[in-house]
């Protein structure tokens, strides 16, 4: 299908006249977009940075809430044509219908919100003093305890349909005592399998394991380990309860 048949018309627009650039937007024009797409009623700093999105807290009415704008033009795709907006705009949408997918299977990921082009909004994890932490960089008052949490999280997700492809203590916030799930972006859904279900499986299950050799590392600070094929193996059941294989 071509790019333009996606493009949504304002978009388009802001091409043609020539208000969309090729440089990365600034701050100000990023919170212009964000209040101009109606997500948030106000736009306050930025939470966070990745490879392809910037999270910025935001408020909406009275409620605190968290905008996901995927970056529109990186520089190994600088063309004479809008294609890298187009993709941008795909991926704020399959991230937005995994967490919604995710949260309505019940998983400890943030509800879901909107989306406008190439941004989302969610809910914000933290209170009105702090973000929540990156389990990365919180001190766990109960580790063993959130071990469990964490492996009946990634048991939970897969019951729901999907399976975390790049779990990491960078990607689990701590919430009120709990690990909340987020960056589902490139999420593999294990339920409804549109290739082949082995080879969709298997991609899942290799993720799984890295994701958990990654946990596992992490969680060897507090003396604790994780057992990948453990993981592994109780995620298999959750989705054999599908039956699709
Ligand atoms: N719902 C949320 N509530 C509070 N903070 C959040 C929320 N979602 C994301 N953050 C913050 O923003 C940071 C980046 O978010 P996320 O991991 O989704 O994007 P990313 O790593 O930039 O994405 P990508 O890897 O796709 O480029 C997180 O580490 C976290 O600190
Ligand atoms: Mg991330």
């Given at each position: 299908m071509p790019n333009e048949a996606y493009l949504d018309q304002s978009v388009h627009w802001k091409i043609r006249s020539g208000q969309l650039g090729f440089a990365e937007p600034t701050h100000p024009e990023v919170a212009e977009a964000i209040l101009e797409g109606g997500l948030a009623t106000e736009v306050g700093q930025r939470l966070g940075s990745g490879k392809e999105a910037d999270v910025y807290l935001c408020r909406d009415g009275p409620r605190l809430i968290v905008v996901k704008v995927y970056r529109q033009y990186r520089t190994a795709h600088r063309?004479?044509?809008p294609i890298k907006l187009e993709s941008m705009g795909q991926r704020a949408l399959i991230e937005l219908d995994l967490l919604t997918y995710a949260w309505q299977g019940g998983a400890r990921v943030p509800a879901p919100g909107r989306r406008v082009e190439n941004m989302f909004s969610m809910q914000y994890l933290g209170t009105t003093e702090a973000v929540a932490p990156m389990l990365q960089h919180a001190r766990l008052e109960d580790p063993e305890a959130f071990l469990e949490s964490t492996v009946a999280g990634v048991e939970a997700l897969a019951e729901a349909?999907?399976?975390?492809?790049?779990?990491s203590p960078f990607n689990i916030l701590v919430h009120e005592g709990e690990p909340w799930f987020i960056d589902l972006a490139a999420g593999i859904r294990v339920?409804?399998?549109?290739?082949p279900a082995w080879v969709r499986l298997n991609e899942a299950m290799r993720a799984l394991e890295s994701g958990g050799r990654a946990l596992h590392r992490y969680f060897q600070r507090y003396g604790l380990s994780l057992d990948t094929a453990d993981l592994v193996a109780r995620v298999q059941t959750k989705i054999d309860l599908f039956r699709v294989h």
């Open positions: 063309g004479g044509r349909g999907i399976v975390h492809s790049d779990l339920d409804r399998l549109g290739s």
